[in-house]
Nanobody, 120 residues
Framework: QVRLVESGGGLVQAGGSLRLSCAASGSILAIGIMGWYRQAPGNQRELVASITSGGSTNYVDSVKGRFTISRDNAKDTVSLQMNSLIPEDTAVYFC??????????????WGQGTQVTVSS
């Protein structure tokens, strides 16, 4: 099986910073695209940022210039550096990865989610 474990959420004042991390573990042959999604109460889950195995990145317009996604392919980790946080960034953040598993082939896996709360 494959597990994604997130860390780094919390409460921060507007203008502050947080760094989220996600580590994949298990019977992994390869990891393709990795990303961070978020879901605020009453809203659909949205893609915040993604990064390919080659390092190409994509961001939702609302976080461009404030958030930076990165990954370490040797450690099977992905991180999200969030700067200049605003209250609208408050949500549960989920790590996602497309993983090729030794036993079950390729599929999308999710972390359990980590709460980010930005106070005004």
């Amino acid at each position: 099986q494959v597990r994604l474990v997130e860390s780094g959420g919390g409460l921060v004042q507007a203008g502050g910073s947080l760094r989220l991390s996600c580590a994949a573990s298990g019977s992994i042959l390869a990891i393709g695209i990795m990303g961070w999604y978020r879901q605020a109460p009453g809203n659909q889950r949205e893609l915040v940022a993604s990064i390919t195995s080659g390092g190409s990145t994509n961001y939702v317009d609302s976080v461009k210039g404030r958030f930076t996604i990165s990954r370490d392919n040797a450690k099977d980790t992905v991180s999200l550096q969030m700067n200049s946080l605003i209250p609208e960034d408050t949500a549960v953040y989920f790590c996602n990865a497309r993983v090729t598993n030794r036993n079950t082939g390729t599929g999308d896996y999710w972390g359990q989610g980590t709460q980010v709360t930005v106070s005004s």
